[in-house]
Structures are given as C-alpha cells and as structure tokens.
T-cell receptor, first 115, second 112 residues
Framework: EAAVTQSPRNKVTVTGGNVTLSCRQT?????MYWYRQDTGHGLRLIHY???????QIGDVPDGYKATRTTQEDFFLLLELASPSQTSLYFC??????????????FGAGTRLSVL | GDSVTQTEGQVTVSESKSLIINCTYS????????LFWYVRYPGEGLQLLLK?????QKGSSRGFEATYNKETTSFHLQKASVQESDSAVYYC?????????FGSGTRLLVSP
C-alpha cells in the first residue's frame, strides 16, 4: 500500500542539539515536502523537493536543512536546535500534473520538543 | 500573498446536527487555484477529504460538501448531520503549481 512514513514519531532534544527527521514515500511521487504545524498557524512549508538531489526553499526555512537522497527519501536536519523549533512536523508527497497535482499525501507526523 | 482564513479554534456540534466551517481564500500568485479540505484524526497525518479544481463546482465526500465560489472567494465545508466519528481537525487549503497554502485548522468536536 502506498504510504508516507515518518520517523521518529516523537523526539526530545536539548537546545543546540542535532536532529534528523526522516521521511520515506512509496507513492512514486516526484514532489516531497516538509511542513511544520503550530497552534494558531496553518501548516507552514519549510522545504520541498521535486526529485533526488533537488531542494527548494519554502516559506519558513531558517534553521533547517533538507536533503533528498532518493525519490523515496527526504530528510529534515536541525543542526543547532532551538526551542522555537518545538513543533509538529509533517512530511508529504504529491504527484505532478492532472488530478494528482497539489494533492498531498501525509505522514503521521513527528512531534519534536527542544528543551 | 496567497492565504486561507477559516473558522478559528474549536467548533462543538451535537450529534445529528448540521455543521458549517467557513473558509475564504486570497490567491494573488495563483491564477486558477485548486481548493481542498483536509482532515486530521487524532494520531494520524492529514488526509484529503475533498478537492475542487473548477470554480462553481461542488465536491463531496463522506457526507461533507464544499462549493468553490470564485465571486465570494469562499469554500465553506458543510455537513447536514454530523457523527461522533467526524471529530477531527479540518484544514482548508488552496494550491497551484507546487504550492499548497493551508488555513490554521478548525477542531470539530461532536458531542453525543
């Protein structure tokens, strides 16, 4: 079954810590996205990619790096985590063109706490 | 910029009563936006509830309906009779190209 899988589901780290969030999709989609979701805000786009080796900057990229190693795998890196990055993170994928355009398929989310 | 505004916070509705969650949008960089409602159940990721890509058309799914109104730039979500299982967070969104912009989400609590 096609899916988007995120790991870990929960993560606690300290200020200045190094965190990597992982995402794998089996939808054969070209586009993958990282969003963060905070109370009072909609999902805000951090980074996205349209294929292996590609990276595009989203709307709230500061403090985040990302890497797309394969069509299936997209990673979000926080190299010096700060308390402001405490949030719920979602990975998503989407196809291109036609009815699949913009239709996002989401993982279950990773809850990150930075103490 | 592009933005979505929806009913804020939490909405509580008694089971079998009707529901409306308001959504309005502003699409300044997207000429022909697609409009979406996503739903997030506890412990799960968002999933598509319904999608409409043509102004004037109505989308429906699981008893929910929303009509793409270009004149009023609205895409309100309605259901005639809610069930406890509809308790979730609902997100309105607009999309074009690679870009999808979300509203802040509305938590629906259906009371028995």
């Amino acid at each position: 079954e096609a899916a988007v899988t995120q790991s870990p589901r929960n993560k606690v780290t300290v200020t200045g810590g190094n965190v990597t969030l992982s995402c794998r999709q089996t939808n054969s989609h070209n586009y993958m996205y990282w969003y963060r979701q905070d109370t009072g805000h909609g999902l805000r786009l951090i980074h996205y990619s349209y294929g292996a080796g590609n990276l595009q900057i989203g709307d709230v990229p500061d403090g985040y790096k990302a890497t797309r190693t394969t069509q299936e795998d997209f990673f979000l890196l926080l190299e010096l985590a700060s308390p402001s990055q405490t949030s719920l993170y979602f990975c998503a994928s989407s196809g291109t063109g036609g009815a699949s355009q913009n239709t996002l398929y989401f993982g279950a989310g990773t809850r990150l706490s930075v103490l | 910029g592009d933005s979505v505004t929806q009913t804020e916070g939490q909405v509580t509705v008694s089971e079998s009563k009707s529901l409306i969650i308001n959504c309005t949008y502003s699409a300044t960089s997207i000429a022909y936006p697609n409009l979406f409602w996503y739903v997030r159940y506890p412990g799960e990721g968002l999933q598509l509830l319904l999608k409409v890509i043509t102004a004037g058309q109505k989308g429906s799914s699981r008893g929910f309906e929303a009509t793409y109104n270009k004149e009023t730039t609205s895409f309100h979500l309605q259901k005639a009779s809610v069930q406890e299982s509809d308790s979730a967070v609902y997100y309105c969104a607009l999309g074009g190209g690679y870009k999808v912009v979300f509203g802040s989400g509305t938590r629906l609590l259906v009371s028995p």
